[in-house]
């Protein structure tokens, strides 16, 4: 069975028995959004994902390219690859540095 998690996000076409799925799991989803570009994908269920930013300095009145970058899990139902564009949700931290689940792949 697959949980509405609020949000407006193609629910994924397989069912898993990940834990830590907001679809199929216990995990439950709020806060912020984050969105970005995968740059790794090398840690089994965890990517690291970037988003670019302009940050404006108005004592210099310009703009500076500011780097966010946070880790994500991914569920056993999404397939997630390096260079993809994903939609993470913030949820409850699931490891020291994980707190942001991945809810949709962007084409
Ligand atoms: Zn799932």
Redesign the pocket.
Known sequence: MTRDIGLKVKT?ER??T?KH?P???SLSVRGRLFDGKVTSDKSRQTITLQKESPMYFSKFKRYARSKNTIHAHV????DVESGDHVLTAECRPISKSVSYVVVEVKE
């Open positions: 994924p069912e898993c990940d799925c679809f199929h799991g569920p056993e139902c999404i």
